[in-house]
């Protein structure tokens, strides 16, 4: 079982920046892609960023440009620096892995950012407030 625990969430005031922390726990797969989702009460969870084990990054348009994903392998943290943060991030973040169908799903998945199916493991989440 893989354990996910976000911290960093909080309150900025609009134009800030905040980094999300990710620390993953327990049976970790090395070769699995991690990301992060938000989702705002009554809406949809949306992807933001994913960052699979041989590098590859993907953003949403929401936060290209202004988002870094990265990850500390050797303390297995998985990070989401976000800047220039606006009233419309307000969210709850959430930590997202897959697991051990990673390898096959990887090949037919078009999409990741909008496949919440294909991640396995997902943390509690991590309030992000944005004041205008």
């Known amino acids: 079982q893989v354990q996910l625990v976000e911290s960093g969430g909080g309150s900025v005031q609009a134009g800030g920046s905040l980094t999300l922390s990710c620390a993953a726990s327990?049976?970790?797969?090395?070769?699995?892609?991690m990301g992060w989702f938000r989702q705002v009460p009554g809406q949809l969870r949306e992807g933001l960023a994913t960052?699979?084990?041989?590098?590859?990054?993907t953003y949403a348009d929401s936060v290209q440009g202004r988002a870094t994903i990265s990850l500390d392998s050797a303390k297995k943290v998985l990070y989401l620096q976000m800047d220039n943060l606006n009233p419309e991030d307000n969210a709850i973040y959430y930590c997202?892995?897959?697991?051990?169908?990673?390898?096959?799903?990887?090949?037919?998945?078009?999409?990741?950012?909008?496949?919440?199916?294909?991640?396995?493991?997902w943390g509690q989440g991590t309030q992000v407030t944005v004041a205008a």
């Open positions: 997202t892995a897959t697991d051990h169908r990673w390898p096959a799903l990887k090949k037919i998945v078009k999409d990741l950012l909008k496949t919440m199916s294909a991640f396995g493991h």
């Open positions: 960052l699979d084990s041989d590098g590859t990054t």
């Open positions: 327990g049976d970790t797969y090395n070769s699995n892609c």
